[in-house]
C-alpha cells in the first residue's frame, strides 16, 4: 500500500540557516513525489517534484530535495532559511501502477525565527 | 497562480442545514479532488473523479455527496450539517498524467454551528 510518512510535527530553524524537512514513502512501483507549501487559511502550493532523472531536484523559492531510493526518502531542503518560509510542508506521492490518488504525508510545521 | 477556484472561502452555517460548496477549474483538467483538512493539518480524501459522470469515495468516509456533470464543476453537497463537519474543505485538479502535480483551490473553512 502506498503511504508517505513526514517524522516530526515541527521543524523549528534560525534565520540564515540551513533547514531540512523529512519525508520518507512507501509504493508499489516507481515513486513520483511532491512537496506542496501551504500558508494560514490558503490551499496547498506546489514546490516542486521528482519523477525520474537527477536524485536532486530544484523547485521554487530556493527549495529543493533529495530523493534517495534505497532510503525510500524525499527530504526538502533549502540552504538559508527565511521567516518567510515558515508554513505547512506537504511531502505526496503517487506511483506507476495507481496514480489516480495522491498519497499525502501529515504535514510538517516549519517556524524560522529572525 | 493555478486557476482552480472554490466558493465561498468562509461558511458558518446551523446544524440541519443543507449545503454545497463549488469547486470550478478553468484548466480542462480530467481528474479533481476533494480533500478534508483537520486542524491538526492532515489531509483526508474524501471523493475523486476521472471525468464527467465518474465518481469515487475516497479513503475517509464522509457523508457528503459529489457530482461531475461538467468537466470544469465538482460541487460537494452536505444534505444536513452537522458539527462534526467542521473542517477545512480543499478541492485539487491534475490531468490524466501519472507524473504530474495537483493544482489546489483556497479553500472552504467551514463551521457548523
Known amino acids: 500500500a502506498q503511504s508517505v510518512a513526514q517524522p516530526e510535527d515541527q521543524v523549528n530553524v534560525a534565520e540564515g540557516n540551513p533547514l531540512t524537512v523529512k519525508c520518507t514513502y512507501s509504493?508499489?512501483?516507481?515513486?513520483?513525489l511532491f512537496w506542496y507549501v501551504q500558508y494560514p487559511n490558503r490551499g496547498l502550493q506546489f514546490l516542486l517534484k521528482?519523477?525520474?532523472?537527477?536524485?536532486l531536484v530544484k523547485g521554487s523559492y530556493g527549495f529543493e530535495a533529495e530523493f534517495n531510493k534505497s532510503q525510500t526518502s524525499f527530504h526538502l531542503k533549502k540552504p538559508s532559511a527565511l521567516v518567510s518560509d515558515s508554513a505547512l510542508y506537504f511531502c505526496?506521492?503517487?506511483?506507476?501502477?495507481?496514480?489516480?490518488?495522491?498519497?499525502f504525508g501529515s504535514g510538517t510545521k516549519l517556524n524560522v525565527k529572525p | 497562480e493555478a486557476d482552480i477556484y472554490q466558493t465561498p472561502r468562509y461558511l458558518v452555517i446551523g446544524t440541519g442545514k443543507k449545503i454545497t460548496l463549488e469547486c470550478s477549474q478553468t484548466m480542462g483538467h480530467d481528474k479533481m479532488y476533494w480533500y478534508q483538512q483537520d486542524p491538526g493539518m492532515e489531509l483526508h480524501l474524501i471523493h475523486y473523479?476521472?471525468?464527467?459522470?465518474?465518481?469515487e469515495k475516497g479513503d475517509l468516509s464522509s457523508e457528503s455527496t459529489v457530482s461531475r456533470i461538467r468537466t470544469e464543476h465538482f460541487p460537494l453537497t452536505l444534505e444536513s450539517a452537522r458539527p462534526s463537519h467542521t473542517s477545512q474543505y480543499l478541492c485539487a485538479s491534475t490531468t490524466q498524467g501519472e507524473n504530474t502535480e495537483a493544482f489546489f483551490g483556497q479553500g472552504t473553512r467551514l463551521t457548523v454551528v
Open positions: 521528482y519523477i525520474t532523472g537527477d536524485n
Open positions: 505526496a506521492v503517487r506511483d506507476q501502477y495507481n496514480f489516480n490518488k495522491f498519497y
Open positions: 509504493v508499489s512501483g516507481n515513486p513520483y
Open positions: 473523479s476521472y471525468g464527467v459522470n465518474s465518481t
